[in-house]
Every structure is written in structure tokens, then in C-alpha cells.
């Protein structure tokens, strides 16, 4: 305050003169380097104040800025901590996913099968004539997979499903 008070006695004056003199030669673009200029040295000497410092002497303020050192050092401690582990989810999450989805491409009926059998019946119709109909029931469909199948599918979907979701997370998380 007392910093303030010796710029109010001493350059605010000035100011407050410049903007109640009424001649016509001066404009606002004379008064206003006028205002910016001593708005600047009014934060050059709050910055090389002590005030702060001196104010720093008593137990409560000393013990406040124990406390906000170290929770500055815990947080910081925690986020690198926080981050490091996004990174490592990051990497589990991708590797799985690559690892999954071969795993489910691997399980897919081969579509092979299907195109041979098919190409199979073209041949004996073409040999036999247009009269001889094959037994289309034959033809392995997509429908007709065991239920052990189904399910070993279900799981390898859901867990990728899941796998996404938490690279995703992880994503906004270090986003955050």
C-alpha cells in the first residue's frame, strides 16, 4: 500500500491534470501514452516490490506457503505420474487391439469354401445341362455356426470393443 500510495501523490495527479485541461491541440491519442506509460511503471514497481516479502514474516503466511510448495510438488508428482500411466494404457490398448483384431480375422469362415463349392455346381451344370438343379442346401451358410463359436466371436468383438474405449480414454485424459 505504501508503493500505491506514493504513485497516487505522485504520477496519478498528472494524469487526472492532462485529462482536465480543455485545449484543442490535445486529443485522446496524446493522453493515452500518457495513461499506458504510468500504468507501466506502476507494475514495474509492483514487481520489484517487497511488500509481499515483508508481509511473509508472520507463522500463518509462512505456513501457507509451506503447504503451497509441497502441494505444488504433489500435483506436479501426481500428473507425471498420471501422464506416464496414460502412456502405458495407450500402448497396452494398441498393441491388444492389433493382437485382437488378427485374432478375430483368423476366426472368419474362410470365404474360399464357399466360392469353391459354388464354382463347383457351375461346373456340373455346365456339364450335366441347365435341367440338372445341385442341392443348394449343401452350402455352408453364416448362419450355421456352433454356439462356441458364436460366443469366442462375441468375447473378441466386446474385448476390442473395450480396448477402444479405453485408448479413447486414456486419449482425453492426457488431452485434459
Request: hydrophobic share 40%.
Amino acid at each position: 500500500m505504501r508503493i500505491l500510495r506514493c504513485l497516487s501523490r505522485k504520477t496519478l495527479p498528472r494524469i487526472c491534470k492532462c485529462q482536465f485541461i480543455s485545449t484543442p491541440h490535445l486529443t485522446s491519442d496524446h493522453i493515452f501514452p500518457q495513461r499506458s506509460d504510468t500504468l507501466a511503471q506502476i507494475l514495474d514497481v509492483l514487481k520489484g516490490s517487497t511488500i509481499a516479502e515483508e508481509r511473509g514474516i508472520d507463522v500463518n503466511s509462512k505456513f501457507w506457503a509451506t503447504y503451497k510448495k509441497a502441494s505444488t510438488e504433489y500435483d506436479n508428482d501426481f500428473l507425471d505420474r498420471a501422464n506416464d500411466d496414460m502412456d502405458i494404457i495407450l500402448t497396452f490398448a494398441g498393441l491388444f487391439s492389433a493382437v485382437n483384431s488378427t485374432f478375430i480375422v483368423g476366426m472368419q469362415p474362410d470365404p474360399g469354401d464357399t466360392t469353391n463349392v459354388l464354382i463347383l455346381y457351375l461346373i456340373q451344370i455346365s456339364v450335366n445341362g441347365p435341367n440338372s438343379v445341385p442341392d443348394i442346401s449343401t452350402l455352408s451358410s453364416s448362419t450355421g455356426f456352433s454356439s462356441s463359436t458364436v460366443w469366442m466371436q462375441t468375447l473378441a468383438y466386446a474385448s476390442l470393443a473395450f480396448s477402444v474405449l479405453a485408448a479413447f480414454g486414456a486419449v482425453m485424459c492426457k488431452q485434459w
